[in-house]
């Protein structure tokens, strides 16, 4: 007996088979990221449908970035569906490839200790400031004000460990 196939001729869309790339993102979350993510999920899922629309994410995103994203951003996001609901597996797999493309707490200690000339541990805030508002994904000075505003800064120098845990608490 032969396979079922879907016949395209016949109006029937094949199905989409995932990437590669993003089965093995989601297999590598952690636990614990796994099982926050799923209550974030749940959190965000207010009608109880088991899928987010677009208008929850923006709020989602709004209220976890503390500012609205763009049309282009949410577009972005929910191109990366196919047209498919954001279910439970989607969200996971989405930010699972995300968290996946975040450098390791070690790495981004590394880069702040070839900033840290003194081998102090600190290393100037302003400097800080112009890199992360000029280099790579550039920051807005709101965006660095928050951040600086949740760090503490003595004699215009930032400990960078401190930095570092901030943003391991931000990715989960």
Same mark, same amino acid.
């Given at each position: ?6 016949n395209p001729s016949k ?29 974030? &999920?749940?959190?965000? @899922?207010?009608? $109880?449908? !088991?899928? *987010?629309?677009?208008?929850? +994410? /923006?709020?989602? #995103? ?29 969200f996971l797999t989405l ?16 880069? &702040?200790?070839?900033? @840290?000339?003194? $081998?102090? !541990?600190? *290393?100037?805030?302003?400097? +800080? /400031?112009?890199? #992360? ?40």
């Amino acid at each position: 007996m032969a396979p079922l196939r879907s016949n395209p001729s016949k109006g029937h869309k094949p199905r989409r088979v995932p990437k590669r790339g993003s089965i093995r993102a989601l297999a590598e979350l952690e636990p614990h990221q796994s099982a926050e993510l799923r209550e974030f &999920f749940r959190l965000i @899922d207010t009608n $109880n449908k !088991g899928v *987010i629309e677009k208008e929850y +994410l /923006r709020t989602m #995103l709004t209220l976890w970035n503390g500012s609205a994203p763009t049309e282009e951003c949410l577009d972005e996001m929910l191109n990366d569906t196919c047209g498919v609901p954001l279910n439970i597996t989607l969200f996971l797999t989405l930010f699972a490839q995300k968290l996946r493309d975040v450098d390791s707490p070690e790495t981004i200690n590394h880069a &702040f200790q070839c900033m @840290d000339i003194d $081998n102090s !541990g600190t *290393i100037n805030a302003q400097e +800080l /400031r112009v890199w #992360l508002v000029t280099k790579g994904d550039c920051l807005t000075d709101a965006e660095v004000d928050e951040i600086f505003s949740r760090m503490t800064i003595k004699d215009g120098r930032l400990e960078y460990d401190a930095f570092v845990k901030m943003f391991q608490n931000i990715q989960l």
